[in-house]
């Protein structure tokens, strides 16, 4: 339904269908399985496994929990390190901590906003086990070159996906470029189960680690044999994501077109710098993320707020890099500078299937005057 009031940031788009596959599995008295593979579970572990172009997938509560669980299955402990930008979410950082190990902070593309594989070699040492790639906004990492830095260290790549259903790197989607991938489902995502996440990898003991430990670790019903935890998605969750991943092309053609339009208003603009779609690159749309260029904070701030004031959400994603914040400066003690020049200078609009062509038209005016 368009919005005539605020414009929110995302919004999750939902009609009877899905409502009809929950009341479905309410009314089946079957609400969880104890393996965490109830019917509804598998049919979405399937199809999602095909959609992506993987062997594999695990579904879990909550995209933190993907990205733990896949940690955990890689093998990270006490001791070891794990490579990660810190122009990202906190939990990408945060499950390294939970896992045991030591989050290695590197810089990004000051124009994908992803991790700069130019950094990696620098950053790896005999304790590195793992690197995990953010495909921010919706844009994949620059993934070839992840992978060959990757194979020729033996060292375990595992895709943050969180914000990247459907995007697609040089023929193949997100989810299915690296050794395993993690999703999140929250209710602001391209597809939605308001909570719940999933692991994708064509690795069998991969998968087959990653169920174990989402179910506290048992191999059998009473028999844990790895430390687990309850990752477990319930049974009306896996049937929101059934119906939503049906929706989810139909979902990417309204945010790319969204995007595109976006894009066109908005380029003869020189204070401001476009998102990039390289070549053999799909981008996703997750948000739509302008750069303020050679702004401060303050400045950028300032915009955000006038935008706000014209009843556009509008965000920034993120004004304090994970190595700045006051639990994680201890860990990495580094400066990157494109990482936090980036959080002075980007903010991002609404880009999602709900937006009309009113709404479009409100966001392009509220930029172009904030900008004013």
Request: hydrophobic share 40%; charged share 25%.
């Amino acid at each position: 339904m368009p919005s005539r009031g605020l414009i929110p940031i995302n919004r999750p788009v939902m009609d009877d269908e899905e409502i009809r596959a929950v009341v479905r599995v309410l009314r089946s008295g079957i609400l969880t399985s104890k393996s965490g593979s109830g019917t509804n579970v598998m049919q979405f572990e399937d199809a999602f496994a095909r959609y992506v172009g993987a062997r594999y997938a695990v579904a879990v509560n909550s995209g933190t929990a993907a990205l733990h669980v896949s940690l955990l299955a890689a093998g990270v402990g006490r001791n070891d390190e794990v490579i990660v930008p810190s122009f990202t979410f906190v939990a990408t950082a945060e499950t390294v901590v939970l896992a045991g190990g030591t989050p290695v902070f590197v810089d990004i593309d000051p124009d994908t906003y992803c991790i700069d594989p130019n950094e990696l070699e620098a950053a790896i040492t005999t304790r590195t086990k793992a690197i995990v790639p953010v495909h921010l906004y919706g844009l994949t990492a620059d993934m070839d070159s992840i992978m060959k830095v990757a194979k020729d260290h033996d060292i375990t790549v595992i895709e943050d996906a969180a914000q990247a259903h459907g995007a697609e790197y040089k023929g193949r989607r997100a989810g299915n470029l690296g050794h395993m991938a993690c999703f999140s489902f929250y209710g602001s995502k391209n597809m939605v189960t308001g909570e719940g996440g999933m692991v994708t990898t064509d690795n069998r003991e991969f998968a087959d680690t990653a169920r174990s430990i989402r179910n506290h670790g048992e191999s059998k019903a009473y028999q844990s044999n790895i430390l687990g935890h309850n990752y477990r998605m319930p049974e009306m969750e896996a049937a929101l994501g059934s119906v939503q991943l049906g929706k989810l092309p139909s979902f990417l053609e309204a945010r790319s077109k969204n995007a595109a339009a976006l894009s066109e208003a908005l380029k003869a603009n020189q204070e401001i710098q476009l998102p990039l779609e390289p070549e053999d690159y799909k981008h996703s749309w997750y948000v739509y993320t302008l750069r303020l260029k050679g702004s401060n904070a303050a400045k950028r701030d300032k915009v955000v707020r006038q935008i706000r004031e014209r009843r556009v959400d509008c965000q920034v994603y993120y004004p304090k890099p994970v190595h700045l914040q006051p639990y994680y400066k201890a860990f990495s003690p580094v400066e990157l500078k494109n990482t936090e020049t980036a959080a002075r200078q980007v903010f991002s609009l609404p880009v999602h299937p709900s937006l009309d062509e009113k709404d479009l038209d409100r966001i392009i005016h509220a930029v172009r005057k904030a900008l004013e």
